[in-house]
């Protein structure tokens, strides 16, 4: 087979949680673009229309579903209706997450599970929902969205990075479980990326500066830049396609070099 078809997802099914918009939606309309059937679902009608009209601005005709990925009934609910609409899932992207910044201190344990429990426990009950009829189609692709907080600690998000430190490991562990069952379980971990879910770290000051953590992570990050959630779309089309059959249980940084990176040293 031709190096660059080994990238095509003609033919696939392709299951993006919280896909409505940010990272899900550009990693959906890149699935989208190399050939595969996009099923997406997010947690209530307003934000699943919301989904609707962007997939619907881009011509994709996305199936959209009201799942929280938190829900075990829901979710396994969703794959059959999915695999009875749609078709069998080929590719499960674990995109759906929250963040709370707060210093631990003050965390409510209540705030501090909600985190743990959608951005951790989603993930294994999606994973746990889809495996079962991968292995009887003979092959499966599951790409976790990992984080920077997968290695890197930092003030006030110490729920966020236990999970996204526990979704590397079951990214891996996945992969233990399943490889044999020919099921390819890898991880992206974005930089920073320019999304609502990092709109307030990047707000403009009443001044018109920028903001504080806007200035630290462009001297963070080699290019001096937040990245663009459409930069990870390329990435997960290699992990959810033939052309990383032989990847399986990786986590690949796409960070502009932040781990890389001491920071921008003083002039
Ligand atoms: P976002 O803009 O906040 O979008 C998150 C999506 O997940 C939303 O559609 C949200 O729906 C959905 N969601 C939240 N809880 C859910 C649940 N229980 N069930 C179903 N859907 C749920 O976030 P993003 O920046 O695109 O991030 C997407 C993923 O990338 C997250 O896992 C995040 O941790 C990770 N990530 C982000 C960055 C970054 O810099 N932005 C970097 C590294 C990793 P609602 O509208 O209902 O909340
Ligand atoms: C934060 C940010 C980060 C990003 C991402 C980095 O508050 O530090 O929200 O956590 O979302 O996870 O990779």
């Known amino acids: 087979m031709a190096v660059l078809d080994l990238f095509s997802l003609k033919g696939k099914v392709a299951l993006i949680t919280g896909g409505s918009y940010g990272i899900g939606f550009e990693i959906a309309k890149a699935l989208s673009e190399a050939g595969a059937t996009i099923c997406f679902n997010d947690r209530n009608e ?49 995109n759906a997450g929250i963040i709370k910044r707060i210093p631990m201190t003050e965390m409510k344990v209540e705030e501090w599970r909600q985190v743990i429990d959608i951005d951790l426990t989603g993930p294994f009950i999606c994973a746990k929902a889809v495996i079962p009829s991968m292995i009887a189609k003979g092959h499966g692709k599951i790409i976790n969205i990992c984080s920077m907080m997968s290695e890197l600690g930092r003030e006030t998000v110490s729920a966020y990075a236990a999970a996204k430190g526990g979704l590397k490991m079951l990214t891996r562990n996945i992969c233990a479980e399943y490889a044999d069952k020919n099921i390819q379980c890898n991880a992206i971990g974005p930089g920073y990326i320019a999304t609502p879910q990092t709109a307030p770290l990047r707000e403009k000051q009443v001044d018109g500066t920028a903001h504080p953590f806007d200035q630290f992570i462009c001297s963070r990050t080699p290019a001096g830049r937040w990245l663009e959630p459409s930069e990870l779309g390329a990435p997960a089309v290699f992990l959810a396609s033939d052309a990383s059959n032989a990847v399986n249980g990786h986590i690949l940084y796409v960070d502009g070099g932040i781990l890389a990176y001491i920071g921008r040293q003083p002039k």
């Open 46 to 94: 307003e934000t699943l229309q919301k989904g609707y009209d962007n997939y619907n601005t881009v011509g994709i005709k996305a199936h959209g579903y009201i799942c929280d990925v938190t829900n075990e009934e829901q979710v396994q609910n969703l794959v059959k209706t999915i695999e009875k609409e749609v078709g069998v899932i080929d590719i499960l992207v674990n």
